[in-house]
């Protein structure tokens, strides 16, 4: 009879199954000895298996109890207060802060409390400092045009300058290497003392990327530099993406941009204008998104030299797809309503 309950029993191979079929024939009334004979466990094992079953009336194991915590929970709403009053405070420093409330841990003990609490350290996202003019004047903005559609957006043409800078400065680039390897010619990035800065103008809408000019050396962005690149830029891509059609013209707060001369001359030429747009506001212009995708096209080009590095630009501007340059448009009233639900704070973009 043992024999053909057991047959089936030894092919278990867990521990909890294993228990629970000590424990059954133990219920059915097989002895200890009688249970060691099957050899479905060492003696040992299934002698611990019955003492405990008897003296709890159930098969599962406590739960052993481990180190305790060297942290009350009130203890770690404590440091999670802490570290709310100062993100950038290390674990270090959290840690002897911590032990002036009468808690002895390490910084590893720190991190692992704050992980807990989903308090993770990333590297902190760099945005304009927001005065409280620029928050409501965000808000006034936002407001504004909150009922706006994707479509509604899809009819602005949006400008910007930018620079560009040689030998990759224009953003942090990532390598992998093996150990040694940290100098070794592809591991490194070249840098020079002033490496050569081009400032570009442009401009796009969900129809495409738009005129895109370089500024020559030496020459000043001023109202007269402005308005002659309206001219020669602006005026030829309304055009040739709106037509007849009437289409509004978005440009920040930059003085050449906000001169009278400026105002005057895009009225006279039937040019609505956005707005006003708010200062330090780069999270609301997809432009700025724009700009950082095509200098990370370019900087994985190398250019070398001036010359190089203006051809490339050129190059990569042209070769932006109407689909990129329409997901940016289409996202602006994601970003309106994201600043309001933020009460004119930065948004993610």
């Known amino acids: 009879m043992l024999e053909i309950i057991v047959l089936p029993l030894l092919t278990m191979v867990t521990c909890k199954e294993t228990r629970a079929a000590i424990i059954a024939l133990h219920k059915n009334g097989f002895t200890g000895k009688d249970i060691v004979a099957t050899k479905i466990a060492p003696k040992s094992t299934i002698y611990r298996f019955i003492k405990n079953f008897k003296e709890r009336g159930s098969i599962l194991v406590k739960k052993a109890s481990g180190r305790p915590r060297k942290s009350s929970k009130r203890q770690d709403r404590l440091l999670k207060r802490i570290q709310l009053r100062d993100r950038s405070a290390t674990s270090a420093e959290l840690a002897q802060e911590w032990q002036q409330a009468g808690v002895s841990a390490s910084a590893r003990t720190v991190r692992r409390r704050l992980l807990e609490d989903g308090l993770v350290s990333r590297r902190a996202a760099k945005k304009p400092l927001l005065s409280k003019k620029n928050i409501r004047d965000r808000l006034i903005f936002c407001r504004k045009y909150s009922e706006w559609t994707a479509e509604d957006w899809g009819k602005v043409i949006f400008s910007d300058e930018a620079p560009f800078r040689l030998f990759g400065a224009s953003g942090k680039r990532l390598v992998r290497r093996r150990k040694g390897e940290r100098y070794h010619q592809s591991c490194v990035m070249p840098t020079v003392k002033h490496p ?117 630009i050129m190059k990569e501007w042209v070769g932006i797809s109407q689909d990129l340059a329409q997901k940016l448009i289409e996202s602006m009233p994601s970003r309106i309503a994201e600043v309001l639900k933020k009460k004119g704070q930065h948004c993610k973009y």
């Open 196 to 312: 050569d800065t081009i400032h570009v103008w442009g401009c796009f809408s969900s129809k495409g990327v738009g005129s895109l000019t370089i500024l020559p050396k030496n020459t000043a962005m001023n109202k007269e530099w402005y308005q002659n690149t309206l001219q020669q830029q602006l005026l030829p891509t309304i055009q040739q993406q709106f037509g007849e059609e009437q289409c509004i013209f978005q440009h920040d707060g930059a003085p050449c941009h906000k001169a009278k001369v400026i105002t005057k001359w895009l009225g006279d030429q039937n040019v609505e204008i956005l707005g006003p747009w708010p200062g330090n506001s780069p999270d609301l212009n997809p432009i700025e998104n724009l700009w950082s995708i095509l200098k990370r096209r370019v900087d994985k080009q190398k250019p070398t030299n001036s010359d190089k590095l203006q051809e490339v």
